[in-house]
């Protein structure tokens, strides 16, 4: 099973500044099959990239998505007060889906 | 659109079946996944049916316990559960699949608690 580790666990930033997330797998996946999601309190998640770098409908630019092999990153650019929330990278393979255990972005 | 039902409080060992009624999309042409969260922690895929009900994935902490299905019919996705845990407890979503036979989450429902407790 591959496992997906994500750092830092909290990440404290103030509205404006840049975000960086990070998700490392214990194997290398493939691209295609690598997602992050947003999830607010009292929500569902909500898909923000696929395939590693393709922004999902409705997702503004200042979010991107990058890596490959066994290291992806989440990067916000500047922070909206929408923004902050939890996020969790995602990968399927051999017929198994497993998330990291997530980043939670907070208002500094 | 997705609304899941069926939960509630169930003591350990006991059963529940979950639903979950699709709408605003091809039920039949997309695969469907559980996925669940401990309250406060994060996220774990349960299980994941193929668009035509051929295909079953299980989590190995559910294997043998849990049986997903689906009634195209109906446009309604079902997660049988049995022989349940407190470690069971969890908010479980339905989400639909990006493709027909396996790719990964893109739309959820809102969930439905289940609480395994005496």
């Known amino acids: 099973e591959i496992v997906l580790t994500q750092s830092p666990g909290t990440l404290s930033l103030s509205p404006g500044e840049r975000a960086t997330l990070s998700c490392r797998a214990s194997?290398?996946?493939?691209?295609?099959?690598l997602t992050w999601y947003q999830q607010k309190p009292g929500q569902a998640p909500r898909l923000v990239i696929f395939?590693?770098?393709s922004r999902a409908p409705g997702i503004p630019d200042r979010f991107s998505g990058s890596g490959s092999g066994t290291d992806f990153t989440l990067t916000i650019s500047r922070l909206e007060p929408e923004d902050f929330a939890m996020y969790y990278c995602?990968?399927?393979?051999?017929?198994?889906?497993?998330f990291g255990q997530g980043t939670k972005v907070e208002i500094k | 659109h997705r609304v899941e039902s069926g939960g509630g409080v169930v003591q350990p060992g006991g059963s529940l079946r979950l639903s979950c009624a699709a709408s605003g999309f091809p039920f039949s042409n997309y695969g469907i996944h559980w996925v669940r969260q401990t309250p406060g922690k994060g996220l774990e895929w349960v299980s994941f049916i193929r668009y035509d009900g051929a295909y079953k994935f299980y989590a190995d902490s559910v294997q043998g316990r849990f049986t997903i299905s689906r009634d195209n019919s109906k446009n309604t996705l079902y997660l049988q559960m049995s022989g349940l845990r407190a470690e069971d407890t969890a908010v479980y979503y339905c989400?639909?699949?990006?493709?027909?036979?396996?790719?990964?989450?893109?739309?959820w429902g809102q969930g439905t608690l289940v609480t395994v407790s005496s």
């Open positions: 989400a639909r699949d990006f493709s027909s036979s396996g790719s990964y989450p893109d739309f």
């Open positions: 194997q290398s996946i493939s691209s295609s099959y």
């Open positions: 395939g590693a770098s």
């Open positions: 995602h990968q399927y393979g051999r017929s198994l889906w497993t």
